[in-house]
């Protein structure tokens, strides 16, 4: 497979918006796979363009029989299956207390996981060293080469020249302790499979390295907000500005030679749950863990807002001249609700998010609230239930569900590299 000058894969076979809707056909299908007539009743592209753009896919490796079905009428049709082994994307959770690398097949299914504790107001040189380093050994053990293979191991990422320098240190906390409210939650315990370099329970094992196939797509990066996405650079993270306005897209990208996106963490997690089977069109992802965050969905798009600053839910003041947060306001939603968590009144801490998720549905007329988050996780039944009391005292009917998704935030992070590919989530906003 050929690469072009920027590192990336030269994907001849994804280029379009006709192959890529067919490609999420395929993906769609499973493993029973769908015709070509199908695809081309559903595309509304003629079976001569299906045709031509299925032998493409599978001269790549990314389509592949799967059998014949019986035909009403004429000879059985043969069927087609995305291959979820012809490629693979990397997806990254910087959160305040540690970081989770997964690598994904095309489906998003976790391959292999490895976890690390670190402080996030340690800064950038040393927190993407050890990120770069997970994602080097993720690969490694995967046998997925990558452009960036050869290169030496930065050690301590330091900006490349011409692509800037950090933002502004001297935060509370600097110098890897982690910020008040930042120590691991109940239920922070690694999840099954989470050991470092394990391999998820259930998930595929790597296909060949090389063609055919499309290999590494890139990584996706998840991190707390504010960011600007479009540029690839975090705000001022709340209680580590250090991280205000580092490349860490650009300097991610250059010492692994591998295309590297960058959004929030909930805005991560939401593209995860919107790419699911049956997912709600509009909702909203309510996280919960170190910090209180919200991915949102509209008309089944990521809505990240005009600066991609969307879902600060945590920052909302639900308290005139209530505790100070570390943002610098008083009486937000996130001080609130983690000192209630701090206290161990996890229903109170319950009842603040739900005045949080309320404010969610006055304002979006939303399908559904999905709670996430490791607070959350350590006792779902008392989140679900008491974020549902608080909207059902509102005559709001909105459901609630705490979704059994394993990694959400890693895989999330990687559906930024996927679901391009299968032109999923056209981003309100946000390009």
């Given at each position: 497979?050929?690469?072009?000058?920027?590192?990336?894969?030269?994907?001849?076979?994804?280029?379009?918006?006709?192959?890529?809707?067919?490609?999420?056909?395929?993906r769609?299908?499973?493993e029973?796979?769908?015709?070509?007539?199908?695809l081309?009743?559903?595309?509304?592209?003629?079976p001569?363009?299906?045709?031509?753009?299925?032998?493409?896919?599978?001269?790549?490796?990314?389509?592949?029989?799967?059998?014949?079905?019986a035909?009403?009428?004429?000879?059985?049709?043969?069927?087609?299956?995305?291959v979820?082994?012809?490629?693979?994307?990397?997806?990254?959770?910087?959160?305040?207390?540690?970081?989770?690398?997964?690598?994904?097949?095309?489906?998003g299914?976790?391959?292999?996981?490895?976890?690390?504790?670190?402080?996030?107001?340690?800064?950038?040189?040393p927190?993407?060293?050890?990120?770069?380093?997970?994602?080097?050994?993720?690969?490694?053990?995967?046998?997925?080469?990558?452009?960036?293979?050869?290169?030496?191991?930065?050690g301590?990422?330091?900006?490349?020249?011409?692509?800037?320098?950090?933002?502004?240190?001297?935060?509370?906390?600097?110098?890897?302790?982690?910020?008040?409210?930042?120590?691991?939650?109940?239920?922070?315990?690694?999840?099954?499979?989470?050991?470092?370099?394990?391999?998820?329970?259930?998930?595929?094992?790597p296909?060949?390295?090389?063609?055919?196939?499309v290999?590494?797509?890139?990584?996706?990066?998840?991190?707390?907000?504010p960011?600007?996405?479009?540029?690839?650079?975090?705000?001022?993270?709340?209680g580590?500005?250090?991280?205000d306005?580092?490349?860490v897209?650009?300097v991610?990208?250059a010492?692994?030679?591998?295309?590297?996106?960058?959004?929030?963490?909930?805005?991560?997690?939401a593209?995860?749950?919107?790419?699911?089977?049956?997912?709600?069109?509009s909702?909203?992802?309510?996280h919960?863990?170190?910090?209180?965050g919200?991915?949102?969905?509209?008309?089944?798009?990521?809505?990240?807002?005009?600066?991609?600053?969307?879902?600060e839910?945590?920052?909302?003041?639900?308290?005139?001249?209530?505790?100070?947060?570390?943002?610098?306001?008083?009486?937000?939603?996130?001080?609130?609700?983690?000192?209630?968590?701090?206290?161990?009144?996890?229903?109170?801490?319950?009842?603040?998010?739900?005045?949080?998720?309320a404010?969610?549905?006055?304002?979006l007329?939303?399908?559904?609230?999905?709670l996430g988050?490791?607070?959350?996780?350590?006792a779902?039944?008392?989140f679900?239930?008491?974020?549902?009391?608080?909207?059902?005292?509102?005559?709001?009917?909105?459901?609630?569900?705490?979704?059994?998704?394993p990694?959400?935030?890693?895989?999330?992070?990687a559906?930024?590299?996927?679901?391009?590919?299968?032109?999923?989530?056209?981003?309100?906003?946000?390009?």
């Amino acid at each position: 497979m050929t690469r072009d000058p920027g590192g990336g894969a030269n994907l001849s076979a994804l280029r379009g918006h006709n192959a890529a809707l067919v490609l999420n056909l395929l993906r769609t299908a499973g493993e029973e796979g769908i015709s070509r007539l199908e695809l081309a009743e559903r595309t509304g592209l003629t079976p001569q363009a299906v045709s031509k753009i299925t032998a493409r896919l599978r001269t790549e490796g990314l389509a592949a029989e799967a059998g014949r079905r019986a035909s009403t009428g004429g000879k059985p049709r043969t069927v087609l299956r995305l291959v979820p082994t012809a490629g693979y994307a990397v997806g990254a959770h910087l959160d305040r207390d540690g970081l989770t690398v997964a690598l994904t097949d095309l489906t998003g299914t976790v391959v292999a996981l490895r976890r690390r504790p670190l402080a996030l107001t340690a800064g950038p040189p040393p927190v993407l060293a050890a990120l770069e380093e997970e994602i080097r050994a993720l690969l490694a053990e995967a046998d997925l080469s990558f452009p960036g293979a050869d290169l030496p191991l930065s050690g301590a990422v330091a900006p490349e020249p011409g692509i800037g320098a950090p933002g502004p240190g001297g935060v509370p906390g600097a110098g890897g302790a982690p910020e008040p409210g930042g120590a691991p939650e109940p239920g922070g315990a690694p999840e099954p499979g989470g050991a470092p370099g394990a391999r998820a329970p259930g998930a595929r094992a790597p296909g060949p390295a090389g063609p055919p196939g499309v290999g590494v797509l890139g990584v996706g990066v998840a991190m707390p907000g504010p960011l600007d996405r479009r540029g690839g650079v975090p705000g001022r993270v709340t209680g580590a500005a250090v991280w205000d306005g580092y490349p860490v897209r650009d300097v991610l990208g250059a010492r692994l030679g591998l295309p590297v996106t960058l959004d929030k963490d909930t805005n991560a997690a939401a593209l995860g749950l919107a790419v699911r089977p049956g997912a709600p069109r509009s909702f909203a992802y309510v996280h919960l863990g170190t910090g209180l965050g919200a991915g949102l969905v509209v008309g089944g798009a990521p809505l990240r807002g005009e600066r991609t600053g969307a879902g600060e839910l945590g920052h909302q003041t639900v308290q005139l001249d209530g505790p100070p947060c570390a943002c610098g306001a008083r009486g937000c939603l996130e001080v609130l609700c983690l000192a209630a968590v701090a206290r161990g009144d996890l229903p109170e801490a319950a009842r603040i998010l739900g005045t949080g998720a309320a404010n969610l549905v006055r304002l979006l007329d939303i399908d559904r609230v999905l709670l996430g988050g490791r607070v959350v996780r350590s006792a779902p039944g008392v989140f679900a239930d008491g974020v549902a009391a608080v909207l059902a005292a509102l005559r709001l009917p909105t459901p609630v569900e705490v979704p059994a998704v394993p990694h959400a935030l890693p895989v999330g992070a990687a559906h930024l590299v996927l679901a391009p590919v299968f032109g999923l989530g056209p981003t309100q906003g946000a390009d």
